[in-house]
């Protein structure tokens, strides 16, 4: 069942998220409804908050990046993962800049710092624990998904003047005023 996605403005998006355990209710229908709103809306994450629940899981496809014509990222075809619980333990490296979006903030693009290499510690969908290592895009793409279950969007990395830039862009996102092709809810939606 396609979820809708919840959109900038949302206090949902601002929580700090709270960690689950295997009996959470109905939890592999959850993943595969977030797995299929996510395909939906032409993303390569989502994050729980993102479809309204406070809670510690995200999912990744990245399998969209292997067909790079630039970079040789092929590695990233069967990069597609559950994270429950997720923790990251080290982020290590020199900040570098990759053009961000989020599903949550339709129609803004922007360059976000990180660094490039972290140390995670999660659950998979069967609550198995792995201590891995993740880099580059990968690692990109779980940092921008953490910050969701830590509360933060990737708006908030950016430097104070445009954010300034975006404040209107921002506002209009929260009334659902913005052209989007998948369904959202809209907090500040007037009826
Ligand atoms: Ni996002």
Redesign the pocket.
Known sequence: MILPIVAYGDDVLKKKAEEITPDYPELKQLIADMFETMYHAKGV?L?AP?IGKSIRLFIIDASPFADDDEEDLSHLEDFKKVFINAEIIEEEGKEWAFNEG????PGIREDVYRKPNILLRYQDENFNTYEEPFEGIAARIIQ??YD?IEGI??VEHLNPLKRRLLKNKLSNISKGEVKVDYKMRFPNKKR
């Open positions: 994450g994050a993102q989020c599903l949550s903030i921008h998904e969701h969007l990737f």
